[in-house]
């Protein structure tokens, strides 16, 4: 007898041009489930480029070409500094700390960048961008350090990633195979142009984006299965409510809960229900809302050209400007982790109501039986601390201020640190849905509700039903929030 053979799953290729590439698509490079190619026309740009700004050089000076950098931009380079000029400034710059970057947002850093010198703003090397293409496609990533950018510029994570090139710094070998790039010489052309980007920046806050765009989509599917537990009103949802009051994201969350809900099968025992569930379309339709800004200033921000100083082919020129500063990607981050936090705490609100028996009719906390047995009392808990977490990352970046190399540079947006922190909120935001879903299911369960399976509600509470522990015994409720977190983080 023979079998048939297994088909063999190609991985898709996105073509990088510099100008068409998503946050989904940054996730996507950098999770390898999607390869990297570089647009042939795009690489030729580079080349002009570069063809351009060694004429422009012979007429004008130009900063960190013919001239040193930050607080030394009046400093002429003479021909003697030139020659090593770019390895001076990597190394230089290369003093980032703390702890290694991971290397998803590694990855991701390495496609943000890639892709933004497709554009031909500067007059890098072609071969610096076959080479970071190389690193994309063999898995190898450079040695970066966390803490070293103020939302000015990623320099200090893009010089070590520039020794690496150069192969003064290590690669680490990530996911993939081949060998890592062979060392290119960097010479000033290179060094400034390749460290002039928020590239770390933008490539985690992407992957926070993707992540956190998917998570916000299931929050109504869990908020459903709460107010089905307490027999809630979905008045709150009305078409003709959201109408006279058209938020985006608030419209799109009500039509969600009507698409999940109608036509309700139970008459609401109250006039209307607590904040948790009547106030859900305008919390988290504001969530909605921060995700959709943050998607769109990362699709200017991976697709740009913004190297200081800015070569243009037309006309034929360098412009010295400060569109490096993140003071967009910021403000979008600060949003989107406020919001989020808001969404936090509904659920948790949502909790406090799903363990009360004036809502349930069940035992306090869920509890097997009124004999003293505390349920998922805990659980509540676990939510708080989680939700406390969130609290402490939403604190804007923004409100911080730093002058730097000597006063020359007198503000700074600390995006960096805004994203890495809505990354970060990404996994805490989860945890606090997985509580809630753990609860609402048990209560559904004692309460002996099975809901639909041919609807989508009903399909979602059997796939919970199936990772998660039947029983209300007292127990350790640990396993449980695990398993409803990692359904929540399936696509």
């Not at 999940?260 to 504001?286: I, K, N, S, T, Y």
């Not at 998607?295 to 490096?324: C, T, W």
């Amino acid at each position: 007898m023979t079998s048939t053979p297994t088909p063999i799953t190609k991985t898709p290729t996105l073509t990088l041009d510099g100008a068409s590439l998503t946050p989904s698509d940054i996730a996507a490079l950098a999770r390898r489930t999607a390869r990297a190619r570089i647009d042939p026309a795009s690489r030729e740009r580079m080349l002009q480029a570069r063809r351009t700004a060694e004429d422009v050089v012979t007429r004008r000076r130009v900063y960190g070409l013919t001239t040193g950098v930050g607080a030394n931009r009046t400093t002429d380079l003479s021909e003697a500094a030139a020659g090593d000029h770019g390895m001076r400034l990597l190394r230089s710059h290369s003093g980032a700390i703390g702890p290694l970057v991971p290397v998803e947002e590694t990855r991701a850093m390495l496609a943000v960048r890639l892709n933004q010198l497709l554009r031909a703003g500067s007059a890098i090397s072609a071969e610096v961008a076959d080479r970071i293409g190389q690193a994309l496609d063999s898995g190898h990533v450079p040695v970066v350090h966390a803490f070293g950018s103020v939302g000015t510029g990623d320099l200090a994570a893009l010089a070590e990633l520039g020794l690496a090139l150069a192969g003064e710094h290590p690669w680490r070998e990530g996911q993939g195979s081949g060998p890592a790039p062979e060392p290119l010489a960097l010479d000033r052309w290179d060094a400034l142009p390749l460290m002039s980007s928020s590239a770390l920046t933008v490539g985690q806050a992407a992957l926070a984006q993707h992540d956190l765009a998917r998570l916000l989509d299931a929050v109504p599917l869990v908020a459903a299965l709460s107010l089905t537990v307490i027999h809630g009103s979905t008045e709150p949802f009305a078409s003709v409510v959201h109408a006279l009051r058209p938020y985006a994201g608030a419209t799109r969350v009500a039509a969600r809960m009507r698409e999940l809900l109608d036509p309700l099968p139970w008459e609401p025992p109250m006039v209307q229900d607590p904040f948790g569930f009547r106030c859900l379309p305008q919390v988290h339709g504001a969530a909605l809302d921060a995700a959709d800004a943050l998607e769109s200033v990362l699709a200017i921000e991976i697709n740009a050209a913004a190297e200081n100083p800015l070569l243009s082919l037309e006309p034929a020129d360098y412009h010295h400007h400060g569109g490096f500063h993140q003071a967009s990607l910021a403000l979008a981050t600060d949003q989107l982790r406020l919001a989020a936090l808001g969404t936090a705490q509904l659920s948790t609100a949502r909790v406090g109501v799903l363990v009360s028996p004036v809502f349930t009719g069940l035992p306090a906390f869920l509890a097997q039986d009124e004999d003293g047995s505390s349920g998922v009392m805990i659980t509540e808990y676990a939510a708080q601390a989680a939700l406390a977490e969130l609290r402490t990352l939403a604190q804007p970046v923004t409100l911080g201020h730093a002058v730097l190399s000597r006063g020359v540079e007198e503000h700074a947006s600390f995006a960096a640190a805004g994203a890495r922190h809505l990354f970060d909120s990404v996994v805490l935001l989860r945890l606090v849905l997985a509580c809630e879903l753990v609860i609402a299911v048990r209560a559904l369960r004692m309460n002996g509700v099975i809901l639909d399976p041919a609807t989508e509600l009903g399909r979602f509470q059997r796939e919970a039903g199936e990772v998660l522990n039947p029983g209300t015994a007292d127990r350790d409720l640990t396993p449980d929030v695990e398993a409803a977190a990692d359904l929540l983080a399936r696509p």
